[in-house]
């Protein structure tokens, strides 16, 4: 009878929580295709862009969705089972919330999985390959804006790339000295990635009055850097979503930047701790369980349950944000809320037991 009754309620916990992450994707979708579909009609991509591009935005609005879906999910199931006096019939067979919650432990177990599949793998590449599609299919600028990111040897701007990031335009290297002050500007017409090293072209090397070589010309110069193709297809985007181990390659200089080394210092503690949030979802979803339908706390039940779900995606995501600017250290920023919100979630589990 465990096993059934563990697969039953696996059963309904998963299958509303699917049904809502669908819904949420669809919801996503269409507002943003509101907001994009003239900029890629305008590029005469027709409706093929327009799916192109839902589909690569698909695995970020998963990762985006699936925390919430955890929640409503288990809530709507326990609301569910409560209403129907399925929960009460439960209970009196002897099995109680802390049974209930181990039973159902595999359904956010399958949901952290997918979250991490989707973004230590899936997301950056659909991100840096949507950037590539962008920027081939942009229409010519006549006054580009340069584009910045910071290399072992100090700040590069560019003005254009080409899609896969091999080449550059418009080309300015600030090379910094020991000092951490400007020793030498080197600006170049084109940049092309090969074998491992930028090779650059109509170069103008200018040392800074301290320097000791004077200012000169040279038609080609091979410039070696931790700035790569890849680095410089994800440059433009406002928010990087990069796996761990690119985190980590970025943290030790292995890596070029475009960021504060705060945002990626955060990002890096925040994906090791994002997938705990379906367990905690779990837990904040208890008081759904509790509502019985003659009595007239049930509604407030849910009211609770949304009200604590909600202040914890806001609160993870404010704590997100002062980690990023560097207001507050990054292992704080990550874990402040994930900590606050599974206490709260385990003492309405064992307060819980004698209601």
């Known amino acids: 009878m ?44 027709g409706i093929g862009g327009l799916a192109y591009y839902a589909a690569l935005r698909s695995p970020s609005q998963v990762v985006v969705a699936l925390p919430l879906a ?10 569910d089972l409560a209403r129907n006096h399925e929960m009460v019939a439960i209970r009196t067979a002897g099995v109680n919330l802390k049974q209930i919650v181990a039973y159902l432990l595999p359904v956010p177990l399958v949901v952290a999985a997918a979250y991490v599949v989707l973004s230590q793998g899936v997301v950056p590449e659909a991100e840096a390959a949507l950037q590539s599609w962008w920027v081939a299919t942009a229409p010519h600028d006549d006054s580009p804006r340069s584009s910045w990111i910071r290399t072992s040897a100090g700040p590069v701007s560019y003005l254009a790339a080409s899609p896969d990031g091999e080449r550059l335009t418009g080309v300015r290297i600030y090379i910094l000295g020991e000092d951490a002050l400007l020793s030498e500007r080197i600006s170049a017409q084109t940049a092309h990635w090969q074998q491992g090293a930028w090779h650059l072209e109509d170069v103008e090397r200018l040392d800074t009055p301290g320097g000791q070589a004077p200012a000169r010309n040279e038609p080609v110069r091979t410039w070696t850097t931790n700035l790569s193709p890849d680095d410089v297809r994800l440059a433009d985007i406002a928010r990087p979503k990069l ?14 930047a475009s960021q504060p080394l705060s945002y990626y210092q955060t990002a890096l503690f925040r994906s090791f701790v994002a997938p705990l949030a ?48 560097g207001r507050v250290p990054a292992a704080v920023a990550a874990l402040a809320a994930p900590l606050l919100f599974s206490a709260i979630g385990l003492l309405q589990l064992h307060f819980s037991e004698g209601r």
């Open 70 to 79: 955890a929640l409503l999910g288990a809530m709507w199931a326990f609301h």
């Open 2 to 45: 465990t096993g059934a009754l563990a697969a039953y309620l696996r059963r309904r916990v998963a299958v509303h929580t699917l049904m809502l992450t669908g819904f949420f994707i669809a919801l996503m979708q269409v507002l943003e295709l509101m907001d994009m579909t003239t900029d890629v009609l305008d590029r005469d991509l």
């Open 243 to 256: 796996s761990s181990v690119m985190l980590l390659d970025v943290i030790g200089g292995e890596r070029a």
């Open 278 to 325: 379906p367990f905690i979802m779990l837990l904040l979803a208890l008081p759904a369980a509790r509502g019985l339908p003659r009595r007239s706390d049930g509604g407030g039940a849910l009211l609770l349950v949304l009200g604590l779900g909600l202040a914890f995606l806001l609160c993870d995501g404010f704590m997100g944000a002062l980690g990023t600017s």
